[in-house]
């Protein structure tokens, strides 16, 4: 609430069949448009879908700049849950989307941070009763007697109060990423798509690194060697050699008897 960000209790469904692409439903919207930020830049119009997602509603916050950064399908909707735990959409009316499946939020911390200054030279007061006549002359003579100590010019005070300025006003700021979506980023759908590149993104972004790297990491290649057992190798050998050419010398015989 304090960003301006709530969740709404719907689920977004997607009637464009572009789900079918992957071979999901239309209850896992798939994301082809992202928003202007570092973190999709790289991403184009490449694919990430977001199962039993829930649109992210935007308020209007002082000092929080709000940017979405994943947008359902134009032909999406937002049906509630049914007691059953039925969706029911009715295609007659028109579509309700693109909705926000995620937001990118900055807010500017320094108002909030920034040390209290106080002049010390004005708040400060004596509490100390003024001296007698004869100790302030001697206070004088003292003061005529001692040395004479470098204070700081004009110019180099103003130079300290610059720096201090310049520190006090130092850039801070908060980072938010909110996806109305939690197994978009699960084992099981790390790999898909580009669903792992938006969470490392993501987590990137948020790390406010120097030349951090923003970008679509290579796939890595899959391994898809078999790994048996020798049981299950001779298993194999005997299927191969011996029972699948039996079927069909079985096969065979029994048809030429049947046609003779």
Known sequence: EDWGISLDDQLIIDTSNTGQIVGLGPAAP???????????????????????????????????EATPLLLSNAQ????????????????????????????????????????????????????????????????ETEEANAPET????????NDTESVDESSATSEKEARLVVIGNATFSTDGLFDQQLNGDVFLNSVTWLSNLDNSILSIRPKEITNRR????????????????????????????ITWFRRR
């Not at 969706?87 to 499946?101: K, M, R």
């Not at 900055?106 to 006549?133: F, G, M, Q, R, Y």
């Not at 470098?150 to 110019?155: A, G, K």
């Not at 078999?226 to 015989?253: C, E, K, N, W, Y």
């Open 30 to 64: 798939l994301v082809t448009t992202y928003g202007n930020h570092p973190i999709s830049e790289a991403f184009e119009n490449g694919r990430s879908f977001y199962p039993l997602a829930r649109p992210v509603l935007i308020e209007p916050v002082d000092r929080v």
């Open 76 to 139: 999406s909707y937002a049906e509630s849950l049914s007691e059953t735990g039925e969706l029911n959409v009715d295609t007659q009316e028109a579509p309700e989307g693109p909705f926000n499946i995620g937001v990118v939020l900055t807010k500017d911390i320094l108002a909030e941070e920034a040390p209290e200054v106080e002049n010390s030279e004005n708040e400060t007061t004596a509490t100390t009763e003024s001296p007698s006549t004869e100790n302030s002359e001697t206070i």
């Open 150 to 157: 470098d204070s700081p010019t004009t110019e180099e005070q």
């Open 226 to 253: 078999i790994i048996m057992t020798v049981s299950r190798q001779i298993i194999v050998i005997v299927l191969a050699l011996l029972v699948i050419p039996l079927v069909g010398l079985v096969g065979a015989g």
